[in-house]
Antibody
Framework: EVQLVESGGGLVKPGGSLRVSCAAS????????LNWVRQAPGKGLEWVSFISSSGSYIYYADSVKGRFTISRDNAKNSLYLQMNSLRTEDTAVYYC???????????WGQGTLVTVSS | SSELTQDPAVSVALGQTVRITCQGDSLTNYYASWYHQKAGQAPVLLFYGEDKRPSGIPDRFSGSSSGNTASLTITGARAEDEADYYC???????????FGGGTKLTVL
């Protein structure tokens, strides 16, 4: 069974940093591209970032480019999102998701809540 | 603002058929994917590509596309189908992903 478990969320002040993680199991992690998708409270889904299976290709939404860094450790079956210069509008549940075709995400974690507030 | 446009809310009578639409320029080049999300839960992929449905998804969910509009059709809506529905696709550059704003489906 595919499992994705996010962790590392919490309360951080504007301008601060946080790293969220996603631990994967139940599938061949190193063969799958992965994404981060977020959802602000009461709002819709927003794609954040993509990383290819080897880490060679990385893309970011304009809203986080230059502030967030996606990475992965295939030896540890883990995905990461380093978030710097956080803003109040970054407050959201952050989901990791496996990538089926480049814009379809077939497995999702339960998410981790990041709250940016003073 | 989203490059994919969805109606904010749609309603359907129990057992009837409903179509949820998603409009955007990138849909002339890329297929949409469809998800539903129930309160407090993660999204679930329902349909993707030209004609693909993940295993375990009932065949009452189907997708189609015409020009710049993609559609998800639910045939024989059930009470449990009440949820938020989202489309996604690549953006015009082909490298990034965009979601529609979501459609809240109410089953009457």
């Amino acid at each position: 069974e595919v499992q994705l478990v996010e962790s590392g969320g919490g309360l951080v002040k504007p301008g601060g940093s946080l790293r969220v993680s996603c631990a994967a199991s139940g599938f061949n992690f190193s063969s799958h591209s992965l994404n981060w998708v977020r959802q602000a409270p009461g709002k819709g889904l927003e794609w954040v970032s993509f990383i290819s299976s080897s880490g060679s290709y990385i893309y970011y939404a304009d809203s986080v480019k230059g502030r967030f860094t996606i990475s992965r450790d295939n030896a540890k079956n883990s995905l990461y999102l380093q978030m710097n210069s956080l803003r109040t509008e970054d407050t959201a549940v952050y989901y990791c998701a496996t990538d089926k075709t480049g814009s379809s995400f077939d497995n999702w974690g339960q998410g981790t809540l990041v709250t940016v507030s003073s | 603002s989203s490059e994919l446009t969805q109606d904010p809310a749609v309603s359907v009578a129990l057992g009837q058929t409903v179509r949820i639409t998603c409009q955007g320029d990138s849909l002339t080049n890329y297929y949409a994917s469809w998800y539903h999300q129930k309160a407090g839960q993660a999204p679930v992929l329902l349909f993707y590509g030209e004609d693909k449905r993940p295993s375990g998804i009932p065949d009452r969910f189907s997708g189609s596309s015409s020009g710049n509009t993609a559609s998800l059709t639910i045939t024989g809506a059930r009470a449990e189908d009440e949820a938020d529905y989202y489309c996604s696709s690549r953006d015009r550059s082909g490298n990034l992903v965009v979601f529609g704003g979501g459609t809240k489906l109410t089953v009457l």
